[in-house]
């Protein structure tokens, strides 16, 4: 949905609020606190959309409970911040947000990290068909050492760049994170948390850790140093994205620290399962709110 769309559709807090009730409830809402249906809005005042549960004594309204739990920023400006993120082919850095949406950085980066929180809570997972797993390193380009004898611009396996493991569905959807372990331990490990590896097919370059994958599912390696295609044997998938991956974090995140690069990741796989989803916006609400 785009920004104009966004702003017809919801014009104002109170718009915000009867949509967000209506993806959260239906029909029914429900005290997010016990559960029961037995439940009053609030005499109209100055909050609106304020509820009371008759069955536990407390109140809340549609936000108790999810990133905008509290907020003081109008819903209308989460809704636009929303709408600029996932449609933004790279990322958005929050000094790029705050002025577009005419707001402090803090709070710009305070909406930004609670959005790729709620992305990263709805990762794609389960992956199945054939898998493609790689590892990738993205981060602060390493200074030039002009020492004698030390290492000119190491790029890859052992530099200090941070390491990222991803799966990529071919044709389908990515779960990648910032890697802690790439032992055949640590891949398996990820591997079996992301893949329904019984009915899956891995293809993987010859990095050796995922070796220890073979006696657990279907293994098919590409040797890079020979060929990168080898008729249905390649990881062009996992390629893709990570170059949408470092496309996206070098075009916006250079003077950014390492601290970001989890949710960057998660973002960048919940825009990737999303690519073809015309209807980004509203999965996204569903996504916190259903
Ligand atoms: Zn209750």
Not at 60 to 73: A, C, D, E, P, R
Not at 179 to 194: K, M, N, P, Y
Not at 268 to 289: E, P, Q, T
Request: aromatic content about 10%; proline content about 3%; hydrophobic content about 35%.
């Amino acid at each position: 949905m785009n920004l104009i769309t966004i702003c017809n559709r919801f014009p104002t807090q109170h718009d915000c609020i009867l949509h967000l009730e209506s993806v959260r409830w239906g029909d029914t809402p429900r005290c997010p606190h016990c559960d029961s249906e037995d439940v009053a809005r609030k005499a109209e005042n100055q909050r609106v959309g304020r509820w009371n549960c008759h069955s536990c004594k407390s109140s809340f309204n549609v936000l108790s409970g999810t990133i905008m739990q509290k907020t003081k920023i109008d819903l209308q400006k989460w809704f636009l911040a929303i709408g600029l993120i996932v449609n933004a082919k790279k990322s958005l850095s929050s000094y790029q947000l705050s002025r577009d949406l005419d707001m402090r950085q803090g709070a710009a980066w305070y909406m930004q990290t609670r959005i790729r929180q709620a992305m990263d809570e709805n990762q794609a997972t389960w992956l199945s068909g054939i898998i493609e797993a790689d590892e990738t390193y993205v981060g602060p380009k390493p200074r030039k050492n002009n020492r004698k004898g030390g290492p000119k611009n190491p790029t890859g396996r052992g530099t200090r760049k941070t390491p990222v493991i991803g799966a990529v569905e071919r044709k389908g959807r990515a779960f990648a994170k910032v890697a802690t372990d790439l032992s055949g331990r640590g891949i398996r490990c990820f591997l079996e948390s992301v893949v329904d590896v019984e009915h899956s097919h891995l293809m993987t370059d010859e990095f050796r850790s995922y070796r220890s994958m073979d006696d657990l599912m279907q293994h098919d390696v590409v040797d890079h140093s020979r060929q990168y295609v080898d008729g249905s044997v390649h990881t062009n998938s996992a390629e893709g994205f990570w170059s949408l991956l470092k496309r996206a974090w070098y075009g916006s995140h250079h003077h950014y620290s390492k601290d970001f690069m989890p949710l960057f990741v998660a973002e960048a796989c919940w825009k990737y399962n999303h690519r073809k989803d015309a209807r980004a916006f509203d999965s996204f609400l569903a996504g916190v709110f259903a």
